[in-house]
């Protein structure tokens, strides 16, 4: 995932974020590959895998939903690679198995039979290719990264920018959907006016229409004053909404009048304003899930969906963390050097699964340059007593257990600890929680389940 040490010292501060004038496209051919179920409850099931990953499970969220109960609901995922097929386990209960061995994480060059709990899955070459546009650079508007994923987003931002498409931004929280909202803003012909950012999640749903389109004084009570809403304030720029999956669905009606018409009313006005705003939504949601559920609209997700963009996980672009690091290190007040950053801390950055993806990544920056002997937010059983020690892992006597096996333990055990301790500080509130680890609520519920933790509220 990251290179010798002699190539991570070849990280420095002007190698950083371009802003680029005009991007370089390239295609870069990637290979198709046809998966199929040969055993269990769901034999004779096919699809392709190409361009993008494919998560399997037995939630109705997965790319591939298995209805074999013995397979966990976020079971494992596969990623086509120009090298062959990538297979990762997602934490799964009965595990991924190859010819009776377990895997974690793997790559497999030629065709591979999967045990997914009872079903065996058959993964092979379909002697087809798919061509994708990337762009050749290491960073586009604030965005930063070379993995092969993040130039494709990068030629998909520069395709779009220009147009005044709406535009869907999907990924995990903390991957920086934002950032990519506002990479479309400094890109497109708006990049002179206004971007206004509104959290549909971060406001309560009785305010959350006022705060979109604004009121009249006296509309209701505390309203004192006239104020204008943020497709308002947006005029002439973009308006980002970010956690649209959080809209509440009676106003969801409204969001779609106000994108078709590109017209507003303001709470106690019969009075239409005109408003030219480009709208970018985000969600760590999958809408259309959500739209097969009842919880989401359907003509308004494919009003949002005209483009749509999917930021990924930072566990999927580790070989950017030493550009990360570099960049988030170049940004501190005084700057500071990648070649500051000892091996094992390297060591710890490289283990860590990131569930919080660059936010935490970010964070754990911070904090490497004002407690570098605690990088990961505390509890976390592994410590780094100074710069120079070495890292010391708890384990039974006798032989250490396999890399892969260890650190996924270590990074469950991590998890559990981290939201004990978050509950505990908040005294169980789910939503304090929630923010004080940076996720939504919803995201915290999950872990919690997950877990067997309990809170409040």
Not at 57 to 70: I, P, R, Y
Not at 265 to 292: C, F, M, P, Y
Not at 371 to 380: A, D, K
Request: aromatic fraction near 4%; charged fraction near 25%.
């Amino acid at each position: 995932m990251l290179g010798s040490s002699a190539a991570r010292a070849s990280f420095t501060p002007d190698m950083l974020v371009q802003t680029l004038q005009k991007p370089v496209p390239r295609r870069v051919q990637h290979s198709k590959f046809l998966l199929s179920v040969r055993s269990g409850p769901d034999t004779g099931l096919t699809c392709e895998l190409a361009g993008s990953p494919l998560r399997i499970g037995s939630a109705s969220d997965n790319d591939l939903v298995l209805s074999d109960e013995t397979v966990s609901r976020r079971h494992c995922e596969l990623s086509p690679l120009p090298a062959g097929v990538r297979v990762r386990d997602e934490g799964s209960t009965n595990g991924v198995l190859v010819e009776g061995v377990r895997v974690f994480d793997a790559l497999f060059a030629g065709p591979v039979e999967l045990r997914l709990g009872d079903s065996v899955l058959r993964v092979e070459p379909s002697g087809e290719s798919i061509s994708r546009e990337e762009l050749a650079t290491d960073g586009f508007h604030g965005l930063v990264g070379r993995a092969p994923a993040m130039r494709a987003l990068f030629a998909d931002l520069a395709r779009i920018a220009p147009s005044d498409v709406t535009v869907l931004v999907e990924g995990e929280t903390g991957t920086g959907k934002e950032v990519v909202a506002d990479a479309l803003h400094a890109a497109s012909r708006r990049s002179r006016g206004p971007f206004v950012v509104f959290d549909c999640g971060a406001v309560a749903p009785s305010l959350v229409e006022s705060e979109l389109f604004g009121h009249e004084r006296g509309a209701f009570t505390g309203a004192v004053t006239s104020r204008p809403g943020v497709f308002e304030q947006a005029h002439g720029g973009t308006l980002f909404l970010d956690e649209l999956g959080e809209l509440p669905k009676e106003l969801q009606p409204k969001l779609l009048r106000a994108l078709e018409r590109r017209e507003v009313r303001r709470l106690g006005s019969q009075k239409v304003i005109n408003v030219d705003v480009r709208l970018v939504a985000a969600t760590h949601r999958n809408l259309a899930v959500e739209v097969q559920r009842g919880n989401f609209r359907q003509d308004l997700y494919y009003r949002l969906a005209a483009a749509r963009v999917r930021v990924p996980p930072l566990r999927d672009r580790m070989e950017d963390l030493p550009l990360l690091v570099a960049h988030f290190l170049n940004r501190s007040k005084p700057p500071r050097s990648v070649r500051e950053v000892p091996e094992q801390v390297w060591e710890l950055l490289r283990a860590h699964r990131w569930p919080g993806n660059v936010r935490e990544l970010s964070h754990a920056v911070e904090r490497f340059l004002v407690t570098p002997e605690r990088v990961l937010s505390e509890p976390h059983s592994t410590t780094l007593a100074t710069a120079g020690t070495d890292i010391t892992l708890t384990h039974e006597a006798g032989p250490p257990r396999p890399l892969r096996e260890a650190r996924r333990e270590a990074s469950e055990a991590f998890e559990r600890a981290y939201l004990a301790a978050a509950l505990q500080h908040t005294q169980g509130n789910v939503t304090r929680a929630a923010a004080l680890a940076e996720v939504s609520r919803q995201m915290l519920q999950k872990l919690m389940r997950k877990h067997a933790l309990e809170g409040r509220g």
